[in-house]
């Protein structure tokens, strides 16, 4: 049984830093990522790592957070720095294949 357990979420004020850390048990997997899903609005992912180190990053995430993963302790990490308030949501780990889903941790930034 897989399971993903995270940590790091908190409250911030704007323009502040989080760390959020995701370790995975079980298989290395290929993909990890962390998703985000604000009040009334869909999951989005934020950033993603391949097993190789190939990044992806949404738009809102450029130049701010960093995602990172240490395969060896199948972890996987989203620094989060200068966060703004439109940064609150509930922070979600993901990795594939298979898929499986972190409980979510949740980051609110205080204007």
């Known amino acids: 049984q897989v399971q993903l357990v995270e940590s790091g979420g908190g409250l911030v004020q704007a323009g502040g830093s989080l760390r959020l850390s995701c370790a995975a048990s079980?298989?290395?997997?290929?993909?990890m990522a962390w998703y985000r899903q604000a009040p009334g609005k869909q999951r989005e992912l934020v950033a993603s790592?391949?097993?190789?180190?190939?990044?992806n990053y949404a738009d809102s995430a450029k130049g701010r957070f960093t995602i990172s993963r240490d395969n060896a302790k199948n972890t996987v990490y989203l620094q989060m720095n200068s966060l703004k308030p439109e940064d609150t949501a509930v922070y979600y780990c993901?990795?594939?294949?298979?898929?499986?889903w972190g409980q979510g941790t949740q980051v609110t930034v205080s204007s």
């Open positions: 079980g298989s290395i997997f290929s993909i």
């Open positions: 790592i391949s097993i190789g180190g190939t990044l």
């Open positions: 993901y990795v594939t294949y298979p898929v499986y």
